[in-house]
T-cell receptor, first 114, second 113 residues
């Protein structure tokens, strides 16, 4: 199916564990993004990627790592999960181009760190 | 000072009412102005966008931008229960490859039948 898919939809993990959230898109969009959504903060950018093997930090990147070996995949890893990382995580993508501001979002991963 | 301020609500109105949602921003570098709609347990979806001051209409929705006041609004006419969602304003910052979206907190809207 065409689109942007996130997995898992729900995840419960323990403090200190490493956890990876997956994101896959079928459009070959150059740009991909990870956001977290929390009450009172809206959506905040964690990391973004302009192409395979090109990534950069957003405003809340501490404690997170990303990789992008293939254009279609952009996994987000929490190296040692903390309770403050309990959130809903959204992956998004957009094509290249000056006026391509049409971000498409996945359905999100709801992560709980206990 | 936050770059974007949006009243989180919640906002509850009767079906058929006109709804007004607003955001203020402080960054003059914002170039494009967008509204996203987010249904419960779903990702945001682009509803409207504009890049100039003035009004843009799409069906029952009107987006209004006032760059001089750094203020944007979304109006919903003849509101329907299916319009119940969280509405997020969003702003595009930067140029070409460095463009990033900055979001408001979102306003939760409920339309009561």
């Amino acid at each position: 199916d065409a689109g942007i898919t996130q997995s898992p939809r729900y995840k419960i993990t323990e403090t200190g564990r490493q956890v990876t959230l997956m994101c896959h898109q079928t459009w070959s969009h150059s740009y991909m993004f990870w956001y977290r959504q929390d009450l009172g903060h809206g959506l905040r950018l964690i990391y973004y990627s302009a192409a395979a093997d090109i990534t950069d930090k957003g405003e809340v990147s501490d404690g997170y790592v990303v990789s992008r070996s293939k254009t279609e995949n952009f996994p987000l890893t929490l190296e040692s999960a903390t309770r403050s990382q309990t959130s809903v995580y959204f992956c998004a993508s957009r094509p290249t181009g000056l006026l391509n501001y049409g971000y498409t979002f996945g359905s999100g991963t709801r992560l709980t760190v206990v | 000072q936050k770059e974007v301020e949006q009243d989180p609500g919640p906002l509850s109105v009767p079906e058929g009412a006109i709804v007004s949602l607003n955001c203020t921003y402080s960054n003059s570098a914002f170039q494009y102005f967008m509204w996203y709609r987010q249904y419960s347990r779903k990702g945001p979806e682009l509803l409207m966008y504009t890049y100039s001051s003035g009004n843009k209409e799409d069906g029952r929705f009107t987006a209004q931008v006032d760059k001089s006041s750094k203020y944007i609004s979304l109006f919903i006419r003849d509101s329907q229960p299916s319009d119940s969602a969280t509405y997020l304003c969003a702003f595009l910052r930067g140029f070409q490859g460095a463009q990033k979206l900055v979001f408001g907190q979102g306003t939760r809207l409920t339309i009561n039948p």
